[in-house]
């Protein structure tokens, strides 16, 4: 089962005072970017894997989308989702990513952002949202840039004989990272680039669009923080198709 970090309270009080869950989309500093990717969402049915709030649930039904559904491991996401949102044509469902099922190509979209560098069976899952996607449909996403998840702060890798130190700013060395923000033992898996991409392909996907996000010197100058991400890439947005 994927790890439930935002069930544990104090994760998810510290999560509740970020921007983009004050202020939604518009307090993801890489929201415009990724919706300048998207395609037409008017009529179309969506699914959102790691909904969180919903805030992109509700955002396709504004702009047209027929059916959302929205999920999400964790209860506490789902009851705020649930709360923030009176739309019947949005379901939001608990549903666990590791394990997660599909009805086959039912969606024209499916979205998520800064979910997956969470799932360990990503292989499995990216067969799922490809079987679920009608032919020409979408699958974009937003992650942890490999360049950050790698990471270069101190902490651990689980390998395969056991728990033990790592120079964990070793790119390469794919697996398990456990780090400490907001809540003390975050699991994080850290693959390369590379290795998202040739998963991808080797699924069946078209890659469209891929970018290794940073904010424009407005945004710095909007938020000052930001600045350190003119250093290296925090998150990257990508875009695929599944063939018609």
């Known amino acids: 089962m994927t790890q439930n970090i935002y069930d544990n309270q104090a994760f998810f009080s510290g999560y509740a005072k970020l921007g983009r869950s004050i202020e ?14 998207l395609p037409p969402l008017s009529g179309r049915k969506v699914v959102d894997l790691g909904c969180g709030y919903g805030w992109f649930s509700r955002y396709a039904r504004s702009q047209g989308a027929t059916e959302v559904l929205g999920l999400d491991v964790s209860e506490r996401m789902l009851n705020r989702a649930n709360e923030m949102t009176t739309d019947q044509n949005i379901i939001y469902r608990k549903g666990d990513l590791e394990h997660l099922c599909l009805p086959p190509q039912m969606y024209h979209l499916a ?3 800064l979910t997956l560098h969470y799932i360990k069976a990503l292989p499995t899952l990216l067969t799922t949202i490809y079987q679920s996607l009608v032919p020409g449909g979408s699958f974009i996403f937003s992650a942890e840039h490999p360049i950050y ?10 390998a395969d004989d056991g728990l033990k130190s790592w120079p964990v700013n070793s790119y390469q060395a794919e697996g398990e990272r456990i780090t ?4 003390e033992g975050v699991i ?3 693959r390369t680039l590379g290795t998202y991409i ?3 392909i080797k699924k069946g996907f078209i890659i469209t669009h891929l970018e290794e996000w940073g904010p424009t010197v407005q945004q710095i100058a909007d938020c000052p ?3 350190e991400e003119k250093e290296r890439p925090m998150i990257f947005l990508l875009s695929a198709k599944k063939p018609e």
């Open 149 to 158: 998840t790698a990471p270069r702060q101190p902490g651990w890798l689980i």
């Open 111 to 113: 979205y998520s952002s």
């Open 24 to 37: 939604g989309l518009d307090g993801a500093p890489e929201w415009a970017a990724l919706r300048q990717i």
């Open 188 to 190: 994080k898996q850290h």
């Open 180 to 183: 400490n923000w907001l809540a």
């Open 225 to 227: 923080a930001l600045d």
């Open 198 to 200: 040739n998963l991808l």
